[in-house]
Nanobody, 121 residues
Framework: VQLQASGGGLVQPGGSLRLSCVVS????????MGWYRQAPGKQREFLAA???????NYKQSTMGRFRISVDNAKNTVYLRMNSLKPEDTAVYYC????????????????WGQGTQVTVSS
């Protein structure tokens, strides 16, 4: 399974970005896809996840500003980010796994290469 993330870049505070992640390969068992980020000097943190059926799970602090969606026909998961702040600056990673639910354990999981998001004026 391969994940290819794109859509990062430089954006001014208050701006928006949409990240995309194409999931390819042997994806038959992939059920949950999500986004994480890692800022310099900080641990990678969970942002949002979505099942193939469209059920979502968000980190509390991202609700209202970030929206995750999935296009199963394109095997692509998106993260729409609005009202961006300088503290949103980080490398954003997409993730996929075979969990049957958000609280289940994964047998296999996969990471994309990351895309840089910089929020600065």
């Amino acid at each position: 399974v391969q994940l290819q993330a794109s859509g990062g870049g430089l954006v001014q505070p208050g701006g928006s970005l949409r990240l995309s992640c194409v999931v390819s390969g042997n994806i038959f068992n992939i059920n949950i896809m999500g986004w994480y980020r890692q800022a310099p000097g900080k641990q990678r943190e969970f942002l949002a996840a979505i099942t193939r059926s469209g059920i979502t799970n968000y980190k509390q602090s991202t609700m209202g500003r970030f929206r995750i969606s999935v296009d199963n026909a394109k095997n692509t998961v998106y993260l729409r980010m609005n009202s961006l702040k300088p503290e949103d600056t980080a490398v954003y990673y997409c993730h996929a796994d075979d969990r049957r639910g958000f609280t289940a354990a994964a047998r296999s999981d996969y990471w994309g290469q990351g895309t840089q998001v910089t929020v600065s004026s």
